[in-house]
DNA sequence: CTGCATCCGTTATGATACTG
DNA sequence: CAGTATCATAACGGATGCAG
């Protein structure tokens, strides 16, 4: 190859982590992730608070964009009040298989080697 | 646990993935890893050729900043012209391969599964 | 050749209040 | 409960010019 590519070029993803990383590329979505791997169908309460710190306009927005992304699965309870679960589909179930590694480099890196 | 946690809290990365995330959080640093992975000790001019779009001054900073979090040995020679080569510590070795399922991830969903 | 300084625009994230 | 609206700020990246 000549060149490594950007996101968004014919390739754009000679290496595939790009793509990866536009997926996971907000501030609080690999922590996402994991509160939804831990265990699926959370509520977007339970989300707030195991993620603390994140406002809620942008566990809205997250949310709204792993959807879109289809690594979030959103299903929507008419009843009142209202309730709603998210969950993580089997692609964001790979996503997050796919994560572990660099999980364990961090962990390594924290309580060093 | 109770919660997750964000990356300075006391334990901060129970999934120690944004301490990860931390590391390869600029938008091209996966590109400049990458580039070192296929080949160590690039110049400065070659990184600027492999990762187009990138500018001097965002390469520098990434290149600084994954030089401070360890992940990429900086070797000046002090010559004229001035000549000064980049390369993966070990930690950016391991780093990069723990990189490597994401990437695999990545190409899955461009691809088509 | 390497790469820092400055200015500047865009995007991402945050705080707060409010609605169905 | 589950969001949306609005306003404000910060972080990031880009353009250009200059220096050792």
Redesign the interface.
């Known amino acids: 190859m000549a060149?490594?590519?950007?996101p968004g070029a014919d390739d754009?993803?000679?290496?595939?982590?790009?793509?990866?990383?536009e997926v996971?590329g907000g501030k609080w979505k690999?922590?996402i992730l994991?509160?939804l791997h831990e265990q699926p169908h959370r509520r977007f309460g339970e989300l707030r608070?195991?993620?603390?710190?994140i406002t809620e306009k942008v566990l809205a927005s997250h949310l709204r964009e792993m959807e879109a992304d289809g690594v979030v699965d959103r299903v929507s309870y008419e009843e009142v009040p209202p309730r709603v679960e998210y969950a993580l589909t089997k692609?964001g179930i790979?996503?997050n298989?796919?994560?572990?590694?660099?999980?364990?480099?961090?962990?390594e890196?924290?309580s060093g080697p």
């Open positions: 060149t490594l590519n950007r754009g993803h000679i290496c595939g982590i790009d793509t990866a990383m996971i690999v922590l994991w509160a608070r195991l993620v603390p710190g692609d790979r996503l298989d796919a994560l572990e590694p660099l999980a364990a480099w961090g962990r890196r924290v």
